[in-house]
């Protein structure tokens, strides 16, 4: 007969083994050193993160158009006096720069944001890109790719990728949610579209997106989508998803992301920190699942109201795979009761987390406290396992973290594991 496992030596070992998994980081803004100014990283590019200019505008409110007039090292220090100073910084986005800082070997007890600064001045980028991608224990991030922005798209015309730990995705935003702003633009790419939305006008756009997809080798399509989402939908959004984005994913046989649920510029003084949340309508999901088989689908939605329908969708339909605690979910007891309610609901077919980080010391920060809560929830289910006498094994537990913080993906992208 086994040696029944303790609890304790379970919670040891599932602990021990998240931490030390390396992760794939399926969405985030992050770039790799040839996109140059795009690559944000250092103090105060944490300290002027849109979650925090939220925070702050709402303690220390100033006419957002003074605020972005001061310029970024006086923001970061609004920023640092009035959440940080002023009051304890006791949210996940002021807590989350700490954490840095805290790996990084600084000390923050004594409030000194010059030495912080004199520390990252004399840092080399390169080298700091290494330390960050192994303090927070990631191999590979997966990037946010926009060909519409002319300076990125100017990067990947003039090369492609070297990086391996930077693999790209392409978003489409634009294209779906602003058609009307299109033509122009997709003109200066040399896509020939009248506007009209006819069969010559989708011909060209379908090109233009396997032209993208060979260029940039995506692990996926992707868009942000408002509350409202609808589909079927006569508009241009449901024309242009049904003739050209779903056609392109399946032939170059990669997922299409959909992240569901922002309702952008709610407060449009506020810029990037400008959007809000509103619940999606499920029924689009079976709606699509069901009449795309073969299609696969990414689906991470920002409502948490949503949460539970998403995953009886998930149930019902294997070309769905949810990912992530997005943006305003990415918060420790929201991500408790998601993932909590994920394994329970679909077993180890999830993807839990992605960082969404933009800045990229956001990498350590987000990895420690989602791998904080992630290791708990999974020690609590294998503890109610070997309580009906299913151990689990070290190896059996290795597989599934490395299935949660990657292998997941890998295996619904149709590409095998490294
Ligand atoms: O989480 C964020 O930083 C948001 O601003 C968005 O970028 C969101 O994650 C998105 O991908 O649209
Ligand atoms: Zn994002």
Redesign the pocket.
């Known amino acids: 007969m086994r040696q029944p496992v303790k609890s304790e030596s379970i919670r040891e070992i599932v602990e021990h083994v998240v931490q030390t998994t390396p992760v794939l980081d399926m969405?985030t803004?992050l770039y790799s050193r040839r996109f140059g100014g795009l690559l944000l990283w250092g103090i105060d590019e944490l300290l002027t993160y849109?979650?925090l200019i939220a925070e702050v505008l709402r303690v220390a409110p100033m006419a957002p158009d003074r605020f972005w007039a001061m310029g970024q090292p006086a923001q970061a220090d609004y920023v640092w006096k009035h959440l940080f100073l002023e009051r304890s910084p006791i949210s996940e986005a002021c807590r989350g720069a700490l954490t840095v800082l805290h790996a990084l070997g600084l000390d923050v007890g004594p409030r000194d944001l010059g030495a912080i600064r004199r520390h990252f001045a004399g840092l080399d980028v390169d080298a700091y890109l290494d330390t960050v991608f192994e303090l927070s224990g990631v191999h590979s991030v997966v990037m946010?790719n926009d060909p519409f922005d002319p300076t990125e798209r100017a990067i990947w015309l003039a090369g492609e990728e070297t990086d391996p730990r930077f693999q790209a995705a392409l978003r489409i935003?634009p294209l779906l949610n602003d058609w009307a702003q299109m033509p122009p633009r997709l003109r200066e790419m040399g896509c020939a579209v009248s506007g009209d939305l006819g069969a010559a006008d989708l011909a060209a756009v379908r090109r233009l997106l396997d032209e993208w997809i060979e260029r940039i080798e995506p692990r996926y399509l992707a868009v942000?989508l408002p509350p409202t989402f609808a589909f079927p939908d006569p508009g241009p959004r449901g024309r242009l998803l049904k003739q050209c984005v779903l056609p392109a994913a399946r032939e170059a046989n990669i997922p299409f992301a959909m992240?569901i649920g922002?309702t952008r510029g709610v407060n449009p003084g506020h810029r990037?920190a400008a959007?809000g949340v509103g619940k999606a309508d499920i029924t689009v999901l079976h709606r699509l699942c069901a009449a795309y088989p073969d299609n696969r689908f990414l689906v991470t939605l920002l409502s948490r109201e949503n949460q539970h329908e998403l995953c009886v969708t998930a149930r019902k339909f294997p070309n769905l795979l949810i990912f992530g605690c997005?943006?305003f979910l990415n918060n420790p007891s929201l991500i408790d009761e998601m993932t909590r309610q994920r394994l329970e609901l679909l077993g180890l077919s999830v993807m839990p987390q992605h960082s969404?980080a933009?800045v990229l010391d956001q990498l350590i920060y987000k990895w420690r406290h989602s791998r904080a809560v992630l290791a708990r929830v999974l020690a609590d289910k294998y503890v109610d396992l070997a309580a009906t006498g299913w151990q689990p094994t070290d190896a059996e537990i290795r597989r599934d973290v490395g299935d949660l913080l990657g292998g997941v993906f890998e295996r619904f992208c149709g590409r095998s594991i490294a």
């Open positions: 969405h803004h849109h979650y946010t935003d942000s992240m922002v990037l959007d997005w943006w969404d933009r």
